[in-house]
């Protein structure tokens, strides 16, 4: 999944913090494994396997979803001419076909790159008419210092339009962590969905395994949308996004294992084996920074005076200088960066590591581009002596004001 960062004109539009993202039948296979009454699917890489999944599933009708990570599936068109990532059928056979014209193509919407992204897998499940739709989720909530239940009896739509619009229909549950979800908070909000005499006591039993799932993977949300009652008297969820907890990656190896990245940035991907992060933008300066807030901070003030940032690299705390090396070589991989920007605040971050670091990589990767460097905290004094005994054309700048001022600059005397 993605949490967008709300940053202001300097990067033209919002930055992606990135987090495990996980395709829609992973998810599914989750809830699953935790007793969450899900659609009954299969999981399909070529379009054989799709005919032969449809019939095994032996269901009144089929649906057949494009797996991507990207919203917008359903009206979204493949290259291979076919539209919509995601179809309705009777026939075993047509599932066959449109599987045919789906993996192996590229799907574009409304949030994939104009290019598209390639379809390598397809879920195919059985389709249920759904009679109520609501609204449910688990998230961690900081004003109550633990987890929070919200749920709502207008699903199946835009849940914060429902909050601004009528919020009273948004109900909410502290959860206690040492006593987890209690049988009269489930009933609770079982019936302020809507559900109604056996369905209520089936839909509580929903709510308390989702929390069990919620605990069992470290997220710090499962939501559902919607959490639906069918026809023939069921509740199923039949959508899910689950986010987690990245500092529960070394407890949760099986459920990070399922992380695809093949849909990612392949720098980002790259800076994350050192753990760096690394944030593709527009412009053609770099930034070199430690903090995110840091970073937002420095392409803001590149953009005011004029400048747009390529990107931004947050190298974070307990940086080594092989570090600062593969980082000078993740901003320069981009054609876009004409210039690179350092802003470095050093607390826990030595200065003087982080200024080797740099002398090492102008050297060996025959740095190109004009280079800006402020540098101010720990070892700062030491670090500006080994820049400037280094011998390399490096323009040093006495704040984040002026180091913005001369990276444009210098681009502008290009």
């Known amino acids: 999944m993605y949490c967008l960062l709300t940053v202001s004109s300097s990067a033209s ?19 699953q494994d935790s007793g969450v009454t899900v659609q009954h699917f299969f ?12 019939k095994r599933l032996k269901a009144k009708e089929i649906v057949l979803k494009a797996q991507i990570l990207a919203g917008g599936r359903g009206k979204g068109v493949f290259d291979s001419g076919l539209k919509g990532g995601v179809h309705l ?59 929070v239940m919200v749920g709502s009896p207008q699903g199946g739509v835009d849940i914060e339009e429902v909050a601004a619009t009528t919020p009273e229909l ?25 559900f109604k005499g056996p369905l209520e006591r089936q839909a509580a039993d929903q709510i308390k395994r989702l929390y069990d799932l919620f605990l069992k993977v470290d997220a710090t949300q499962v939501e559902v949308n919607p959490l639906g009652e069918t026809p ?13 907890d990245d500092n529960a990656e070394f407890r949760q190896k099986a459920v990070f294992a399922m992380d695809d990245t093949a849909e990612s940035d392949p720098l980002e991907t790259e800076a994350a084996k050192y753990d760096l992060k690394y944030i593709g933008l527009d412009g053609n300066i770099a930034c070199f920074v430690n903090g ?42 981009d054609p876009k960066v004409e210039a690179i920007l350092v802003n470095i605040f050093g ?4 200065c003087a590591i982080i200024a080797n670091g740099i002398a090492k990589a102008c050297r060996e990767l025959e740095l190109k581009v004009p280079l800006v460097v402020r540098l101010e905290g720990t070892n700062v004094q030491e670090a500006k002596r080994i820049l400037s005994e280094s011998g390399l054309p490096i323009t040093s700048a006495s704040d984040l004001d002026d180091a913005a001022k001369k990276a444009v600059a210098a681009i502008a005397k290009k």
């Open 170 to 194: 948004i109900f909410k549950e502290v959860i206690d962590i040492f006593e987890g979800v209690r049988d009269d908070q489930a009933l609770r909000m079982a019936a302020n969905l809507g």
């Open 43 to 54: 999981v399909a890489d070529t379009a054989s396997e799709a005919l032969e999944a449809a």
């Open 292 to 333: 995110a807030g840091l970073a937002m901070a420095t392409c803001d003030i590149i953009d005011l005076h004029g400048g747009k940032p390529a990107n931004f690299l947050d190298l974070g705390g307990g940086v080594k200088e092989n570090q600062v090396y593969v980082a000078f070589k993740l901003l320069t991989a």
């Open 232 to 244: 023939e008297g069921q509740v199923v969820c039949f959508d899910a996004k689950i986010n987690f």
């Open 347 to 350: 607390g826990i971050v030595n």
């Open 89 to 147: 059928t009777k026939d075993p056979a047509v599932v066959g076909e449109l599987a045919g014209k789906m993996l192996g193509f590229n799907l574009t919407t409304k949030q994939t790159p104009k290019e598209g992204v390639k379809v390598k897998t397809v879920m195919v499940a059985e389709a249920l008419d759904i009679s109520t739709e609501t609204y449910f989720a688990i998230l961690m909530d900081r004003s109550c210092n633990g987890p």
């Open 13 to 31: 539009r919002t930055i992606p913090r990135r987090w495990l993202n996980l395709q829609e039948y992973q998810s599914k296979k989750l809830m």
